[in-house]
């Protein structure tokens, strides 16, 4: 089970956005990446495809390395280290580690 799904505030550990967070609007389907609202901007250059169209530069979030973030407890408003436990009929659970908040 992934520590990290859609809509899970996330702080990013590592690389130019490094200590700011964000919400998760994607993983990728291989699991090994996340995109994060307003996180790892890259412009990427559109090419126009008619005469109306505006073309030229647009911003988009790229993906993260889903090590370099960090899932943030709702209840201790800070990123912490998340622990997954099986039920007994077999259901996962995550919670953070420091205050058993389930997530
Ligand atoms: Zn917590």
């Keep these: 089970m992934l520590k990290i799904k859609k809509n899970d505030m996330v702080k990013i550990l590592a690389g130019k956005d ?5 919400k998760v609007l994607a ?13 790892n901007f890259t ?6 495809r ?22 943030v407890c709702k209840r201790c408003s800070q990123s912490v280290r998340i622990s997954v436990d099986v039920l007994s009929d077999g259901s996962k659970v995550r919670y ?7 997530l």
């Design 96 to 102: 953070c580690k420091k205050c058993k908040e389930v």
């Design 43 to 48: 412009k990427k250059h559109v090419k126009r």
């Design 50 to 71: 008619r005469q109306d169209d505006q073309g030229g530069i647009i911003e988009q979030e790229a993906s993260v390395n889903i090590s370099n973030v960090s899932v």
């Design 27 to 39: 993983v990728l389907p291989s699991g090994g990446r996340v995109i994060v609202q307003g996180i």
């Design 18 to 22: 490094k200590g700011k967070s964000g």
